[in-house]
């Protein structure tokens, strides 16, 4: 048995297993109060529910008709959605993709020859480039054009003249019926 010498100058092992013990419950438990006090604060950081909500969308474009374009919101970003002519088909699949800046064949840049889908925030500063409605300024290329700082796309949304160092992004999306287009 430890005298009590030994037990105060702490070489008993009983009591120095004893404070070991407590010292690593008491150490645990201020780690689970300070994780439990953490929590909301990371949590705040996750997306809310209306943005979730917003991860994809739906589009009916069964009312847009050849030659025209509407213009939808997925994540905050406006989506340019034309239903191309055969004209602007065959003017985005006859370019000699060498002359492009950024070259990509048109197949690569639709799924669909008669739609076009894209995000329309020049690639330059994040203008939005003119060419939705048929009032509006297209450019040479009969595209898109950036009235900030003179951008042209033509009929795949390909920089074609300009500042801008890339063509229009993609969004991931996919034809869901003929008429239903479906946008993240």
């Known amino acids: 048995m430890a005298s009590h010498a030994e037990t105060i100058n702490g070489s008993g092992g009983g009591e120095q297993s004893r404070r070991d013990f407590l010292t690593l419950a008491a150490g645990a438990v201020g780690v689970g109060g300070v994780a439990a006090l953490a929590w909301p604060f990371i949590n705040s950081m996750n997306p809310a529910a209306d943005v979730l909500a917003l991860a994809s969308i739906e589009v009916d474009i069964s009312s847009v008709k050849t030659g025209q374009a509407i213009t939808v919101s997925w994540r905050g970003k406006p989506v340019f959605i034309r239903s191309r002519t055969a004209e602007e088909i065959k003017a985005a699949v006859d370019v000699d993709l060498k002359s492009l800046p950024d070259p990509a064949p048109d197949s690569a840049r639709v799924k669909k020859p008669e739609w076009l889908v894209v995000i329309g925030i020049c690639t330059h500063l994040g203008c939005i480039p003119k060419g939705q409605k048929i009032t509006e300024p297209r450019g040479e290329y009969?595209?898109?054009?950036?009235?900030?700082?003179?951008?042209?796309?033509?009929?795949?949304?390909?920089?074609?003249?300009g500042p801008a160092p890339r063509n229009l992004d993609l969004p991931d999306y996919a034809f869901i019926t003929d008429t239903k287009l479906k946008i993240g």
């Open 142 to 161: 009969g595209g898109y054009f950036c009235p900030c700082h003179g951008s042209q796309y033509d009929t795949a949304a390909r920089i074609r003249k």
